[in-house]
T-cell receptor, first 114, second 113 residues
């Protein structure tokens, strides 16, 4: 079985500061990893994904994440926060044997202060 | 292309009543998933369709929940009879491939009173 832990249910940063949202996973087989973002009153939107290959993946809106197998982590970063980044972020894991069924973390709400 | 459409967006029903949620996936997406988020907790898997067939329904809470996918197109999720603990946001998602990430709908917020 897979699991995901997102460290910090709420993260607050100043506009222009580094954004770091933490995600650790547990999986007995090679995982596929995802970050989704949910803006108020909207559905979840795929930010980026890691399946195979390059461990540093770039997504939309300037976000990127690095898959570190030794640390079982997939942290999400953005060099400079923008007010429009305020949203809830979800890390998710799936494995090829699960036919696409994903396990999600509890979510992290990002607040950006002016 | 049109996204994943869910309706209603909100539903408030009394305990014991029946509610049917509908999801229209992106055209051509064979994979359709239902997920639920209760009380701001994690998003939990309910079931997965491939075309009209249930691939995995291991997350369905009990037999009060019934999901169908007519002709491999839209899907419905019926809760009958609804209980208080069924309140939450029900998300539908679709994808072309099973491990490429999903396109989510905006969700249906169900409140059982």
């Amino acid at each position: 079985a897979q699991s995901v832990t997102q460290l910090g249910s709420h993260v607050s940063v100043s506009e222009g500061a580094l954004v770091l949202l933490r995600c650790n996973y547990s999986s007995s087989v090679p995982p596929y990893l995802f970050w989704y973002v949910q803006y108020p009153n909207q559905g979840l939107q795929l930010l980026l994904k890691y399946t195979t290959g390059a461990t540093l993946v770039k997504g939309i809106n300037g976000f990127e994440a690095e898959f570190k197998k030794s640390e079982t982590s997939f942290h999400l970063t953005k060099p400079s926060a923008h007010m429009s980044d305020a949203a809830e972020y979800f890390c998710a894991v799936t494995v090829n044997t699960n036919a696409g069924k994903s396990t999600f973390g509890d979510g992290t709400t990002l607040t950006v202060k002016p | 292309e049109a996204g994943v459409t869910q309706f209603p967006s909100h539903s408030v029903i009394e305990k014991g009543q029946t509610v049917t949620l509908r999801c229209d996936p992106i055209s051509g997406h064979d994979n359709l998933y239902w997920y639920r988020r209760v009380m701001g907790k994690e998003i939990k898997f309910l079931l997965h369709f491939v075309k009209e067939s249930k691939q995995d329904e291991s997350g369905m809470p009990n037999n009060r929940f019934l999901a169908e996918r007519t002709g491999g197109t839209y899907s419905t999720l019926k809760v009958q009879p609804a209980e208080l603990e069924d309140s939450g946001v029900y998300f539908c998602a679709s994808s072309q491939v099973t491990a490429g990430g999903y396109t989510f709908g905006s969700g249906t917020r169900l409140t059982v009173v």
